[in-house]
């Protein structure tokens, strides 16, 4: 059965840094492509990153301007968000995302919270 566990969350002040990560499991992990999404309270959720099967692609949220950084290894089956320069505006639940050809894995999300 797939699984998707998101991890690294937490409380961190502005201008801080944390990496989440995703261990994947029950799946071929190094033929799907990985992304990053968030949902903040009372919004919709949006794609952060992601990035593709071999790791060689990676695209963002024009709105993060170089603060985050996705990347993965296929070797342990996990994906990382490392997230710099952390904005209140961060402050949402985010999500690991595996895809291939349609077929979609959600994480259970991990709980990010910017606040001083």
């Known amino acids: 059965q797939a699984q998707l566990v998101e991890s690294g969350g937490g409380l961190v002040q502005p201008g801080g840094s944390l990496r989440l990560s995703c261990a994947a499991s029950?799946?071929?992990?190094?033929?799907?492509?990985m992304s990053w999404h968030r949902q903040a309270s009372g919004k919709e959720r949006e794609l952060v990153a992601s990035?593709?099967?071999?790791?060689?692609?990676?695209n963002y949220a024009d709105s993060l301007n170089g603060r985050f950084a996705i990347s993965r290894d296929n070797a342990k089956n996990t994906v990382f968000l490392q997230m710099n320069e952390l904005k209140p505006e961060d402050t949402a639940v985010y999500y690991c995302?595996?895809?291939?050809?349609?077929?979609?894995?959600w994480g259970q999300g991990t709980q990010v919270t910017v606040s001083s």
């Open positions: 990035i593709t099967s071999t790791g060689r692609t990676t």
């Open positions: 029950g799946f071929p992990f190094s033929t799907y492509a």
């Open positions: 995302h595996a895809d291939r050809w349609g077929i979609h894995f």
